[in-house]
């Protein structure tokens, strides 16, 4: 299947892109100049593609952000810090899906997902902590969710979902993983497995790496 990745030069997007082989199209900040704080840049870059997409991945996303780390509490809330991590991982995406949409084919079935983290579930928060991450994965959902119900109305075969691929030996999680990440390569190969199996009766879902639904 044809496949775009965003974000495809980090550990998961490098990852699913390799599997995809020949069928696999990337576009990154690294490698292309992406910059999903920028409208203009995705517009310009996606805009460039041609043909269709049977699956499209945004696998970008960071914990830390101009040297700002997730915070432990409120004393450490910063409205620059907590406007950067909403701008990235939730506005980014959505914005993504605005102009990458035209790339999914109406009459055959195709799949959207963004990578989603659990932390960003509001009904399985049970330490608190890392605000702005917390909130902007939260706010990622709630786009992707909207925008799936729209879709259905002009691709009723489609898929838009969320998933959370687990811990992910990557430089985003490397200083909190805690010796529990499993390899790239197995994240990409557990995460285009449950998307593929999606239906879309199940478009606007939040799923983990096994399939699993995540509470909102």
């Known amino acids: 299947m044809r496949t775009l990745v965003i ?5 998961i997007g490098a990852a699913v892109l390799a599997a995809c082989g020949p069928d696999g199209v990337g576009l990154s900040r690294r490698d292309h100049g992406l910059d ?3 409208e203009a840049s995705i517009a310009r870059l996606i805009g460039g ?6 699956r499209i991945l945004v696998a970008t996303g960071a914990l830390e952000l101009n040297g700002a780390a997730p915070e432990k509490s409120l004393r450490s809330l910063n409205p620059a810090a907590m406007a ?6 939730a506005i980014g995406p959505a914005l993504v899906l605005k102009h990458a949409l035209r790339l999914l084919p ?5 799949r959207f997902a963004a990578l989603s983290a659990r932390v960003g579930s509001i009904g399985d928060n049970r330490l608190g902590g890392w605000y702005s991450y917390r909130a902007a994965k939260a706010a990622l959902n709630q786009l992707i969710h ?3 119900i729209e879709v259905a109305r002009s691709h009723p075969l489609a898929v838009v979902v969320c998933l959370h691929p687990g811990t992910v030996a990557t430089p985003l999680t490397q200083k909190y993983a805690g010796g529990h990440a499993v390899p790239p390569e197995d994240a990409a190969r557990n995460l285009m497995t449950v998307l593929d199996a999606l239906t879309p009766d ?6 983990d790496w096994q399939g699993k639904p995540v509470p909102w």
């Open 36 to 38: 999903l704080t920028d």
């Open 106 to 110: 109406r009459d055959r079935p195709s």
């Open 84 to 89: 950067a991590q909403v701008a990235l991982n």
């Open 202 to 207: 199940q478009s606007g879902g939040f799923f």
């Open 7 to 11: 974000g495809s030069s980090g550990g």
């Open 49 to 54: 593609l041609d043909g269709s997409f049977d």
């Open 146 to 148: 909207t925008a799936a």
